[in-house]
């Protein structure tokens, strides 16, 4: 039950445009805007401010930044057994930080923001897989 209640908050979001930093349903969101929005909606208030970032923010800074707020409030789970509801870590390059994330919609599906599109559920096909960097389970209602 929790994790259909996950997608289908995730899925409310499909066709929100992309805008960085932003997280508002319907108006703008950037994929950890989206995250957020989940969050807000299937958990409760978001746990700590999110400082400001730039679009290239993991390129600069260098540090895993990403992960380290996953595995701060999201329990990890094995890549190998993604469930729908599951929170998603991308690298888009081996030598850089983690820099995307996205919700799994279905076992071959994720719902994501990205660059230059709407919130959309799309294929999590291999180019995808290949870049997996670990996943996680949102905390239960009411964590903090």
Known sequence: MRRAQIVAAARGWIGTPYRH??????????????????WRETVGPEPEPLRAYSPHWAEAGGQETLRDLAQKYFKS??????????????????????????????????????DGACVAEVALAPWWRRRLVSAYLFPPAGSR
């Open 77 to 114: 789970v094995a890549p190998a057994e993604l469930a729908p509801g599951d929170l998603l870590l991308f690298r888009f390059r081996a030598h850089l930080c983690a820099k995307h994330v996205a919700i799994v919609g279905e076992s071959d599906t994720m719902i994501h923001a990205h």
């Open 21 to 38: 930093q932003a997280s508002l349903k319907g108006v703008g969101c950037d994929c950890l805007g989206l995250v957020r929005g989940v």
